[in-house]
């Protein structure tokens, strides 16, 4: 099993920032990708952001030049910087891993959510 905690959303008003971040632990051998996808009551959970063990980074269109997504390989930590949020920025943001267990077995594994709402 992969552990996922997060922490750092909350309330911000428009046009702030907040620092997400998530640290996995378990039997893991590596971690091949790591990132942050958002959810909307109603709607379908959104990929955000992601980066490879080798740092290469994909973004959503929505949050290119406001986010930024960095990992720590040796704490197995990945973090999302946003910056200039907007109120259509509000969600349930999901950790995701992928990775592989000391067994060989490979795993995807999310997190348990963290709110994030932007609003004056």
């Known amino acids: 099993q992969v552990q996922l905690v997060e922490s750092g959303g909350g309330l911000v008003q428009p046009g702030g920032s907040l620092r997400l971040s998530c640290a996995a632990s378990?039997?893991?051998?590596?971690?091949?990708?790591m990132g942050w996808y958002r959810q909307v009551p109603g709607n379908q959970r959104e990929l955000v952001a992601l980066?490879?063990?080798?740092?290469?980074?994909t973004y959503a269109d929505s949050v290119k030049g406001r986010f930024t997504i960095s990992r720590d390989n040796a704490k197995n930590t990945v973090y999302l910087q946003m910056n200039s949020l907007k109120p259509e920025d509000t969600a349930v943001y999901y950790c995701y891993t992928r990775g592989y267990y000391t067994t060989g077995a490979s795993f995807g594994s999310w997190g348990q959510g963290t709110q994030v709402t932007v609003s004056s």
């Open positions: 980066i490879t063990r080798g740092g290469s980074t």
């Open positions: 378990g039997s893991i051998l590596s971690i091949n990708v």
